[in-house]
């Protein structure tokens, strides 16, 4: 974890805290912040990923736990996460994309998920649900498909730990990045900033090279990517975008 020697140490706590025991408190990074997808690894080999990840420097992994209701395709679910958990000391950056999360969100906490994300539009209790991933230790994220607006949701900002907004059609692995999305980052910050709230906007989908500039400057402070960087050379991959999203902006929200 090189960058952490620049960050202040309560943000480094920010992201390790609930792993120890202790309850989670916000700060900020020098930086945007990389959240490598597990979902583009290789599933036989999750444990090199892992490695991979961790020797490049990044701070996080991404995972996307997907029920085939809520999206089409099926992925992991709570036994995959309690063994990362043990595999690694990364924070678990849990991504649930399944129907009615509030069945499930405290066995994802218990098994190891340091962040967790729920969708919106997929339960009508929604405010009961982040209250129980912040009871449980862990830091609510609040997830926006391509088409929810920002403004939808208003009333949830100041409950929440982090906004991950879907740069990209929900469940299409391939799905290309919506340029519609900066507008959305932006939005997402200016409503930030006018209501005082301290929650980090997180973006997900599509991401390359070539969006990180842009997506720092509209407001964002984690990038969530996985098919630019689980190629021929995953860790060049990840530390040439972890660079780029180093030297384009001073100061993020985590």
Known sequence: MRWLSTLRHESYA??????????PHRGIAPMVLISPSLLAADFSRLGEALKIIAEAG????????????????IS?????????????????DVHLLIERPERYVLEFVEMGADRLAIHAEATPNLHRALGMI?????????ALNPCTAVESVTDALGEIDFLLILSGDVGISDSPFLPQTLAKVRAACATRGERRLDFAIQVEGGIRQEQIELLAQAGADILVAGSNIFQEDPQAGLRDMMQLAASSRQVSSI
């Open 58 to 73: 990044a701070s996080m992994v991404h995972v996307d736990v997907m029920d085939g209701h809520f999206v089409p395709d």
């Open 14 to 23: 920010n992201l390790v805290s609930v792993a120890h025991g202790r309850k």
């Open 76 to 92: 992991v679910g709570q036994p995959v996460i309690k063994s990362l958990r043990k595999a690694t000391e990364l924070v678990l």
């Open 134 to 142: 912040r009871a449980g230790g862990a830091k609510a994220g609040l």
